[in-house]
């Protein structure tokens, strides 16, 4: 019985990403719609959307190869895993010390490199652009990422996002400014992880400007299906692994019961609401960047977390 | 068994290399001389495998040859094993895919004697056990590496590129000379083990850090003294590449080892951060040249050096922490460099013997001429996305793993005691993280232009997949890849008897711990699991394939390209491996390498090709390189006058060498 009930907490945690991960895209594209003053889209229209796509036929292009029709599951399933580990509703999950922050980012620069792999696979200049694009950002986001993982892990004592969680919610923590300095840096690394404006435009197909949208640009039907619940699950990710670290309030504790676990995930849905709001808010608000001012933008949040964790080395308080 | 064993085993290879020479003629005679190798191999493997996991005791052997009074002296300890499996694991592997792959080889004599006398110098340098010695296997193994380079010596560049690397490893050897004769004293004692005994003072300290820094360092290429390396390396044939690649650079950090960690005694943590700073800078350097490169085997060449930058940043971490008193940080350390040295050089020799296959399918090295190979290569593309995701440090294969320790290693570096010693280590820190990801950038244009896309040449479009040996040696090493990765535990533990001696502590056991993860410090600080992730990735996705491919759609259409509507047919339109990193080359070429695109456009109405030509500047060559040869250059011409003297002068001279020579040993005494 010991393991079963961590095993079923690990496993509603699985499901639990992946079903929110689209009503979060939902969210966002409802609230940017609201703001724009159009009705917009139901919250729920990426789930149809998803059902719609997965039910059509894959239409493939002729010289595709085997690493293009395998690539989306890897891309999904390294996602999948990578969100599974970040704590969402409760801390303590199973399996959460089988991978930690550093493993996590790695997963989705796995993900990352097998979606621009994909992308050159067909030989189509569209696909060579969003590659050659995404390797750029990859290339300034990942330090960066790391770099913010650095001053966590330096004030946490620890690189496991469980125990990091713990440390963050208690007392101890107090206002840091280099913690102040990370965030900033996450979220400007979360906008360009996502593919989200100013960095790239997720509404947009057929624009010389797109990123993410131009890798994925051949793939249809169920590919296209798994691709884009993939992105949804990162942006998922990106959303809990700000609300994890930022505003680590009301997990349910290891072993707390099913109504500490309800309000959990009560206060999980609710960080959601205010994080897909905020990014909705925020990407009506500002305007797309010509593609090489991003590595300037990029290149402020790597200063920033690197400027971070240098404070954590010169003292302890900061 | 033991250190007995190894030195036949050499002997072996010594006598295969003569017999090579007649043999060469023969039909099978490549076949038969690259038999003998793996064989060899595949003995002092094992016995270095034994000797690693402590199944033979540590044993030494005199030869009397060598210096009259000193005799050669021989010695497998447990630093000794783990790079005897390096070496001979990738000679092995180099071995077997000649097998099928010598066939390609137009002139065999001129690589069979030396392969195998390569191949006796790695080894016999790795079981050295004084100075003598040592410094005669090492120049052996640069010269048969040498010639191995001329092997072709007459396409172009070729002879540049021999005569590069000879200078370097002149000037290395040289450089290990003086750090042997410092270390040795006046009194002249070469055995290692009356180095290990001897105390130098400080200056001396410094002095052979440095000196086998550059001696070690220039044989590894290290930044600013990697420049004959991507000429050197790639100008071999395939498999010999990825030997020079996977192998003989990790021959070099052995040395390196040898001396700053095991003869030197414990020098202070100065020394820790020259080594950190030199890696840090040496990574990303070797990633940004990579990345700059459009030739497959010089873009893996590159690689080399971020790697070894790496493997450095780890070696410098661990002088650091050892100088500080923080032994299981500077084991950690230590046991993330010595595993990122065996993981390169799983998947260098992996990269390289698939740019083997590619160039004896295509005979194309240049990747703007190659793509679609993933079609008409299958079994090579596979193996390559392997050894490509490993080398980009991508879960969970064991690229990953190794840097994973350097992050928990720097990690740990606030406790240092010096000021300095921090910011340097979190500021290479943030280095070693922007070369992790501009390698997975660099190895996404290696793949994506050369495996994907379509054909760009007849060529490429007529490759055929190469002989079984070949696949079979490619999959092997990916395989390999693999179980280091998802059980990093076993290897973490086989390093661990030969970082206690080195830093005075080694890792916790980490084949006991629950489900074979790998916890370094403590439980509550990191861990990571490479089998359960990949058990995890590996089952999440097959799940969501089937549950898709059962529940909803699993027709499949084949339909022309879409591209927005407006599909090119030529394959020129595709991306190449210049575009590919032009937005990188903007940000981080135009620094560095000074980049310049210069755009020729034709008058309207005008019929010639519009032109984009790039040019980039090496700042290693310029600052560095260039100016020494100029001097040389000019004291050559002075000395030039030397030449012609009278022998009335001739003896004037040689009798007031004499004179100032005594003078000087006068004043000093």
Not at chain 1, 229 to 258: D, E, M, N, Q
Not at chain 1, 270 to 277: D, F, I, N, T
Not at chain 2, 268 to 295: F, K, P, S
């Amino acid at each position: 019985m010991a393991v079963i009930q961590p095993l079923i907490g690990q496993a509603a945690q699985m499901l639990l990403v992946l079903g929110l991960a689209p009503l979060l895209t939902g969210i966002v594209r409802k609230t940017k719609a609201r703001l724009l003053r159009r009705r917009g889209a139901s919250v729920i229209q990426p789930y149809r959307d998803l059902a719609r796509l997965l039910r059509k036929d894959a239409v493939l292009a002729e010289n595709a190869s085997w690493l293009y029709r395998t690539a989306p599951y890897l891309i999904f399933a390294a996602t999948w895993v990578a969100a599974a580990l970040v704590p969402t509703f409760a801390t303590g999950l199973m399996f959460s010390w089988s991978a930690d922050l550093i493993a996590i980012i790695a997963f989705l620069g796995t993900a990352r490199f097998f979606l621009a792999l994909a992308g050159m696979d067909v030989g189509t200049s569209f696909g060579g652009i969003g590659a050659s694009r995404e390797a750029l950002i990859g290339s300034l986001a990942e330090p960066a990422m790391m770099m913010i993982v650095f001053t966590v892990a330096l004030i946490a004592g620890s690189t496991q996002l469980s125990t990091v969680a713990a440390f963050m919610a208690s007392p101890a923590v107090g206002l840091r400014v280099s913690l102040g300095l990370a965030l900033v840096a996450l979220v400007i690394v979360a906008l360009a992880e996502n593919a989200r404006i100013p960095v790239d435009n997720p509404a947009t197909h057929l624009e010389l400007t797109m990123v993410h949208e131009a890798m994925v640009l051949e793939y249809s039907g169920r590919h296209l299906a798994v691709i884009e619940l993939a992105a949804s699950l990162k942006l998922l990710l990106y959303v809990s692994l700000i609300a994890c670290l930022f505003a680590p309030w009301g997990f349910a504790p290891a072993g707390g019961g099913l109504a500490a676990d309800a309000l959990g995930i009560l206060a999980y849905l609710a960080k959601l609401a205010a994080g897909g709001a905020l990014l909705g808010l925020f990407e009506t608000s500002i305007a797309k960047m010509r593609v090489f001012r991003v590595p300037e933008f990029l290149g402020a949040a790597l200063m920033l977390g690197l400027l971070a964790a240098l404070l954590r080395f010169v003292s302890r308080s900061l | 068994m033991g250190v007995v064993l190894g030195l036949y085993c050499s002997g072996t290879l010594l006598l295969a290399a003569i017999a090579a020479v007649p043999l060469g003629r023969a039909r099978l005679g490549s076949i038969a001389v690259y038999a003998a190798c793996l064989a060899v191999s595949l003995v002092a493997l094992i016995n270095a495998l034994a000797a690693l996991l402590g199944l033979a005791p540590a044993s030494d052997a005199v030869l009397p040859i060598g210096l009259p009074w000193l005799g050669a002296h021989f010695r497998l300890d447990p630093l000794a094993a783990f790079f005897l499996i390096v070496v001979d694991l990738g000679g092995a592997a180099a071995s077997l895919f000649a097998l099928g792959y010598g066939r390609h080889e137009p002139a065999p004599r001129r690589v069979l004697p030396f392969y195998a006398a390569f191949l006796a110098g790695m080894n016999l340098t790795v079981l050295a056990d004084d100075a003598f010695s040592f410094l005669l296997s090492w120049e052996f193994m640069s010269l048969t590496s040498w010639a191995l380079v001329m092997a072709h010596h007459r396409e172009r560049d070729n002879a540049r590129a021999g005569y590069v690397y000879l200078v370097m490893a002149s000037f290395g050897t040289l450089a290990l000379l003086l750090a042997f004769g410092l270390l040795a004293g006046p009194a002249g004692a070469y055995g290692f083990d009356a180095i290990r005994a001897a105390h130098p003072g400080e200056t001396a300290v410094a002095l052979v850090l440095i000196l086998a820094l550059l001696g070690a360092g220039s044989k590894a290429g290290l930044v600013p003294l990697h420049v004959w390396l991507p000429l050197a390396h790639p100008a071999a044939p395939s498999h010999v590449s990825a030997l020079m690649s996977g192998v003989m650079t990790k021959v070099a950090i052995y040395g390196f080892v040898r001396i700053a960690f095991d003869l030197l005694g414990a020098p202070g943590w100065w020394a820790g951060m020259t080594v950190l700073v030199l890696g840090g800078i040496t990574a990303v350097m070797g990633v940004l040249y990579a990345l700059m490169e459009h030739d497959l085997k010089r873009l893996l060449a590159y690689h080399t050096v971020e790697n070894i930058g790496i493997i450095f940043i780890g070696l410098g971490l661990s002088l650091a922490f050892r100088a500080d008193g923080m032994i299981l940080a500077a084991a950690l350390a230590l046991t993330a460099a010595l595993f990122h040295v065996l993981n390169h050089s799983l998947f260098k020799s992996l990269l390289f013997l698939g740019s083997g296959a590619v160039l004896a399918a295509t005979g194309e090295r240049n990747m703007d001429r190659l793509g679609g190979l993933i079609r008409r290569m299958p079994r090579t593309a596979f193996a390559f996305l392997i050894g490509c995701v490993a080398i980009s440090a991508l879960p969970p294969l064991n690229g990953f793993v190794s840097e994973w320790l350097t992050f928990q290693a720097i990690l740990l570096s606030p406790d240092l005691a010096q000021w300095g010693l921090r910011i340097a280590s979190v500021s290479v820190g943030a280095l070693l993280a922007l070369s992790a990801a501009l390698a997975a950038a660099c190895f996404v244009k290696a793949y994506g232009i050369s495996f994907l896309g379509r054909p760009r040449s007849e060529s490429a479009a007529r490759a055929r997949e190469v002989d079984a040996w070949s696949t079979g040696t490619m999959i092997l090493l990916a395989a390999l890849c693999l179980l280091a990765g998802i059980l990093p535990g076993f290897v973490i533990d086989a390093l661990a008897p030969l970082a206690r001696p080195l830093v005075g502590a080694n890792l916790p056991a980490q084949s006991a711990m629950s489900w074979l993860t790998i916890v370094p410090i403590a439980a509550s600080r990191s861990s990571y699991n490479g089998l359960l992730v990949f058990l995890f990735i590996a089952s999440s996705g097959g799940l969501a394939a089937f549950a898709i491919h059962r529940l909803a759609s699993r027709t499949l259409r084949r339909a022309p390209p879409w591209d927005c509507g407006f599909p090119e047919p030529s394959p020129f339109a595709q991306y190449s491996s210049v575009s590919f990193a032009q937005p990188i080359r903007r940000v981080f070429g135009s620094v560095v390498f000074r980049a310049r695109e210069a755009v020729t456009m034709p008058a309207p109405g005008d019929a010639r090709p519009a032109l984009l030509a790039v040019t980039l500047r090496d700042p290693a060559w310029d600052a560095i390189v260039a100016p020494v040869a100029r001097a040389v250059g000019f004291a050559a011409e002075r000395m030039n006058y030397l030449q012609f003297l009278t022998i009335r002068r001739y003896l004037s001279l040689v009798f007031a060498a004499l004179v100032a020579i005594l003078l000087i040993l006068a004043i000093w005494q």
